[in-house]
């Protein structure tokens, strides 16, 4: 990639378009090794399964920006998946909306939990949410008493969401989990790019101090983080419920892992700062693509799973440390060269003449 490239995009833009590539030699690649693999098929199950992983990513996102985590989003989308599952069995003319707005609800009541020790604690969000991904997934193990969530107890719309589609094009199928996703990364996007609250988030993640030095809200901001990463995960709990049917209180259990893959595959930066909604669901999209592909081409097991997923995660760190030094390189570079071709700044009037 030239200089001149790289001199017009940002770190976290430089990654997306390195996700994209991925992305691109992933589909030549297994289109390679596996017949048919470039179908409808491919399209309808990648669009149906990276959603439940972008949307409580996209939340993630929201906390990684502050320059912290939660990794209580597996436990948190566990529990609300139970709980809604549970609620539709035992009213099945339950209003959707009503039912979306519990989930979401229950969310925000676990991430104003991990928000208010966080921010207003001041503890360690690893500590804070290494403790709540337990007594989340300890209160479902407590509340479902063994019990599962099956799918002949939940009502009929419940049972074809996964497979409801907005549009047809063939056989491509433009699912509705699929529409939801999308309609919640453009919402966060937007969020982030234009209010005012969105561009404070990258501030108080790419210098703290001077965050609190200008005196940005950031202990009522990062509360906010976590509000909207505990909503997120309960939509996320809704999806998960609606889409496998079955749930156990081991259900989302790892799920933690893959959405912070998401996250830093997707080109943010996980000490905060730079990132965006639209690098979050690539990154999602990638993880996807690659698990369903390696299930079909060599069965890859679930240990095999979190083992990539590992491996994504230190690569995207190290991959972001590189990328950030190549372009301080290249503006440093750039800076020299104008100034050697216009000369130094003028002094300000005054200064200089005693």
């Not at 017009?8 to 691109?24: A, M, N």
């Not at 609620?87 to 003319?93: G, K, R, V």
């Not at 959707?96 to 009541?109: Q, S, Y």
Request: charged share 15%.
């Amino acid at each position: 990639m030239s200089d001149a490239i790289l001199r017009r995009l940002r770190p976290s833009q430089v990654r997306e378009l390195i996700t994209v590539l991925i992305i691109i030699g992933i589909l030549v690649f297994f289109s390679t090794q596996i017949e048919g693999y470039l179908s409808d098929r491919t399209f309808n199950r990648v669009s149906t399964e990276f959603p439940i992983i972008a949307v409580v990513a996209v939340g993630q996102l929201l906390v990684v920006l502050t320059r912290n985590l939660d990794l209580s989003v597996g436990s948190q989308v566990a529990l609300v998946a139970w709980s809604t599952g549970y609620i539709a069995t035992q009213s099945p003319d339950i209003n959707p909306i009503l039912l979306a707005a519990m989930a979401m609800g229950m969310g925000v009541i676990m991430g104003a939990i991990n928000g208010f020790i966080v921010s207003y604690g001041r503890v360690p969000a690893i500590i804070t949410t290494l403790a709540t991904l337990a007594i989340y997934r300890s209160v479902l193990i407590t509340v479902a008493n063994a019990q599962t969530i099956e799918t002949r107890g939940l009502p009929d719309w419940i049972v074809t969401f996964p497979s409801a589609s907005v549009l047809e094009l063939g056989g491509l199928d433009v699912r509705l989990i699929f529409v939801m996703a999308l309609l919640v990364v453009v919402l966060v996007q937007l969020l982030l790019a234009y209010l005012p609250y969105g561009r404070r988030l990258y501030a108080i993640g790419s210098n703290p101090d001077a965050a609190d030095v200008v005196g940005l809200p950031k202990q009522r901001d990062v509360f906010l983080a976590y509000l909207g990463c505990g909503a997120l995960a309960g939509l996320g709990g809704l999806m998960q419920m609606a889409k496998f049917g079955t749930i156990t209180v081991d259900s989302a259990r790892g799920l933690e892992m893959a959405v912070i893959a998401a996250v830093v595959v997707g080109g943010a930066n996980i000490f905060g700062g730079s990132g965006s909604a639209i690098g979050v669901m690539l990154g999602a999209i990638l993880i996807a693509l690659l698990d369903l592909s390696l299930a079909r081409w060599i069965g890859i097991s679930d240990f095999a799973r979190d083992f990539l997923l590992g491996v994504l995660i230190l690569l995207a760190v190290a991959g972001d440390v590189v990328v950030n030094k190549r372009l301080q390189k290249v503006w440093l570079r750039a800076r020299r060269r104008d100034e050697a071709r216009d000369g130094p700044p003028p002094l300000p009037a005054g200064d200089g003449h005693g």
